[in-house]
């Protein structure tokens, strides 16, 4: 049975950082494009970065490069999202996401999903 499931949010005031953890069972992160998606109060659900099973990482969310990273630890079969400098606009719920082999901007084509992490950021 494949579950994944997220950790690491909580309430930050903005320029703060925060380490999204997502640990997978079930599934080998490394054979999977492993994805970051957000979904803000009364928006659509968007892709923010996404490593593929062989590690090229694509960022979605151009002005997002510079203050979140998104990286992979296959020992521990988890990926991860560091986030900095954090703004109020970045106030979400964090989901990852597992998609057999490649990366894709769409919700539709990833197979595995967390139960998401709250990311709240004060001005």
């Known amino acids: 049975q494949v579950q994944v499931v997220e950790s690491g949010g909580g309430l930050v005031q903005a320029g703060g950082s925060l380490r999204l953890s997502c640990t997978a069972s079930?599934?080998?992160?490394?054979?999977?494009?492993m994805a970051w998606f957000r979904q803000a109060p009364g928006k659509e659900r968007e892709a923010v970065a996404c490593i593929t099973y062989y590690g090229d990482i694509i960022d979605y969310i151009d002005p997002m490069k510079d203050r979140f990273t998104i990286s992979r630890d296959n020992a521990k079969n988890a990926l991860y999202l560091q986030m900095s400098k954090l703004k109020p606009e970045d106030t979400a719920m964090y989901y990852c996401?597992?998609?057999?082999?490649?990366?894709?901007?769409?919700?539709?084509?990833?197979?595995?999903w967390g139960q998401g992490t709250q990311v709240t950021v004060s001005s």
């Open positions: 996401a597992a998609r057999y082999l490649g990366c894709s901007r769409s919700q539709e084509d990833y197979t595995s």
């Open positions: 079930g599934l080998t992160v490394s054979q999977h494009g």
